[in-house]
T-cell receptor, first 110, second 115 residues
């Protein structure tokens, strides 16, 4: 089945440190990959996407993601975490509909 | 920035009753979607809608569910006879493009509680 996996339920990082939220995919053909963020009692907000081209994709709020075809990964990164980045992060693959991973809760401590 | 708006934010309904969840997609968007998120679980696709017809639906979207675009702005999800397991957050989304490459824009959701 074509899917994405987020192996970590939660990631803890101190403010100012770099953060990585992991995502791997299992897709036949070219993967169209997305990251969304969900704040409490809100919908999902689009962060960034990989369609084709450069493996490093830059998105909103200073986030970026690295597409790695050999490792079938699309990890979300940020050089310096903020407390306000604390939220639930979802990786997704698009087949017109979005197929989401299980989500990773990011907790940034002051 | 234009937003997808959903009403109500919270709906409490007795089991067996009909419920209609309402969404106003972004005005120039052509593709519309419903997703649901059961508490503590991942977001699941229900249905996509384009040109006044269903483009795709998941196995969750059985005969109890229906969608409609009754006018030029609203997009509704109806559950005819609700079950306890229908309790979830329901998210509406819309996109300009045919979903695969363009981002989908989500509303803040309707929390449906079935008693």
């Amino acid at each position: 089945a074509q899917s994405v996996a987020q192996p970590e339920d939660q990631v803890n990082v101190a403010e100012g440190n770099p953060l990585t939220v992991k995502c791997t995919y299992s897709v036949s053909g070219n993967p169209y990959l997305f990251w969304y963020v969900q704040y409490p009692n809100r919908g999902l907000q689009f962060l960034l996407k990989y369609i084709t081209g450069d493996n490093l994709v830059k998105g909103s709020y200073g986030f970026e993601a690295e597409f790695n075809k050999s490792q079938t990964s699309f990890h979300l990164k940020k050089p310096s975490a903020l407390v306000s980045d604390s939220a639930l992060y979802f990786c997704a693959v698009s087949f017109q509909k979005l197929v989401f991973g299980t989500g990773t809760r990011l907790l940034v401590s002051p | 920035e234009p937003e997808v708006t959903q009403t109500p934010s919270h709906q409490v309904t007795q089991m067996g009753q009909e419920v209609i969840l309402r969404c106003v997609p972004i005005s120039n968007h052509l593709y519309f979607y419903w997703y649901r998120q059961i508490l503590g679980q991942k977001v699941e696709f229900l249905v996509s809608f384009y040109n006044n017809e269903i483009s795709e639906k998941s196995e969750i979207f059985d005969d109890q569910f229906s969608v409609e675009r009754p006018d030029g702005s609203n997009f509704t999800l109806k559950i005819r006879s609700t079950k306890l397991e229908d309790s979830a957050m329901y998210f509406c989304a819309s996109s300009v493009d045919r979903g695969r490459t363009g981002p989908q824009h989500f509303g803040d959701g309707t929390r449906l509680s079935i008693l």
